[in-house]
């Protein structure tokens, strides 16, 4: 298993850099193209490829919910229909991708005229994946992209089990996380369209951290589990806010770094799949030797924290802006 992981690992982080970086020229090429406004495309691009993503966890967990409904844990003839699933997703998305076509905006294409050798294109990686953290505006996303993957990791580790499965049962994680897939995935779609700039980026941002706030308390100064009607709905409600938190990060967190970051798209994403999976291995790492209330806090802290750093850098972007004109 743990090679597995590793290769897995390995291979996601160079398909998540490749997507972040292609969906972005993609974007910036078509509002060219088409004589439209740049943060706009980038917005609704995102928008549509979130709120494509994030419906696997309504799909997959459905069919979770499907094979988990006896409450056993599934059979063996379910575990192999779910894998073929994933076997026949992964080789139609394989077909699909051979289907793209290079998008780019003349002028800005790689000024070399010959392929460096191997020993340069490392030194050049390195470089890449290096240059964001130069930038202030890199160090004060950092935050809010580490907080990204600890709400995703904090979903998936610590609220199916502390909140989901003493209530519904094991069998009810599979609809608890279709519920949250299923916000996710509109709200992706919602935001993506709203996005234009820093501005929106900035209201949008400040929206989600506001509902998964919320969230946090309640669960740290109010919850605790109960019987009947309300026992299901309110973890329901619970996964559907936290969907909406996350379908506003991910399609925001790449707009933000998509716009500011344009020159340096590789290295930028790199940086966003860094501290996202890094947090995300924290919390699995660390979620079994701590109470729910500990990591409760820790999630409070963090989004202070990366929301705070976001907003300076929303009012240093202003000022820079408005003095500079």
């Known amino acids: 298993m743990v090679p597995a992981a590793f290769y897995l690992g390995f291979a996601a982080s160079i398909i998540w850099v490749g997507q972040g970086t292609y969906l972005t020229s993609t974007a910036r090429s078509h509002?060219?193209?088409?004589?439209?406004?740049?943060?706009?495309v980038i917005g609704h691009f995102n928008g549509e490829f979130w709120g494509m993503f994030a419906s696997h966890q309504l799909v997959g967990n459905l069919i979770t919910l499907a094979l988990l409904r006896d409450g056993t844990g599934g059979s063996t003839n379910g575990t192999t229909l779910l894998f073929?699933?994933?076997?026949?997703?992964?080789?139609l998305g394989t077909i699909l991708m051979c289907f793209l076509n290079k998008r780019g905006i003349k002028g800005e294409e790689d000024p070399q005229g010959s392929s460096p050798n191997f020993y340069a294109s490392v030194v050049s990686?390195?470089?890449t994946v290096i240059r964001p953290l130069y930038d202030v505006r890199m160090l004060l996303i950092i935050p809010l992209m580490a907080y990204s993957g600890l709400q995703q990791a904090f979903v998936w580790a610590d609220y199916t089990e502390y909140i989901v499965?003493?209530?519904?049962?094991?069998?009810?994680?599979?609809?608890?996380?279709?519920?949250?897939g299923a916000c996710d995935a509109i709200c992706s779609l919602a935001a993506g369209r709203f996005t234009s700039g820093l501005k929106s980026i900035t209201i949008i941002v400040s929206a989600g951290a506001f509902i998964q706030t919320i969230i946090y308390l309640w669960l740290l100064l109010i919850y605790s589990p109960v019987s009947g009607v309300l026992g299901t709905v309110y973890p329901l409600i619970m996964a559907a806010a936290l969907g909406i938190g996350d379908g506003v990060l991910n399609t925001q967190l790449s707009a933000l770094l998509a716009i500011y970051f344009k020159h340096d798209t590789e290295g930028a994403f790199a940086q966003l799949k860094v501290w996202q999976s890094g947090t995300i291995s924290a919390v699995f790492f660390i979620s079994p030797y701590i109470s729910l209330q500990a990591m409760l806090v820790v999630m409070l802290v963090t989004v202070s924290v990366a929301y705070g750093a976001f907003i300076y850098l929303s009012i240093r972007e202003k000022a820079l802006s408005h003095s500079s004109s």
Request: proline letters at 3%; a neutral charge; aromatic letters at 6%.
């Open 84 to 91: 073929s699933v994933f076997l026949v997703s992964m080789t």
């Open 31 to 40: 509002a060219k193209d088409n004589s439209l406004h740049e943060g706009t």
């Open 165 to 180: 499965s003493p209530t519904l049962g094991v069998s009810g994680v599979g609809g608890a996380m279709a519920v949250y």
């Open 125 to 127: 990686l390195s470089k």
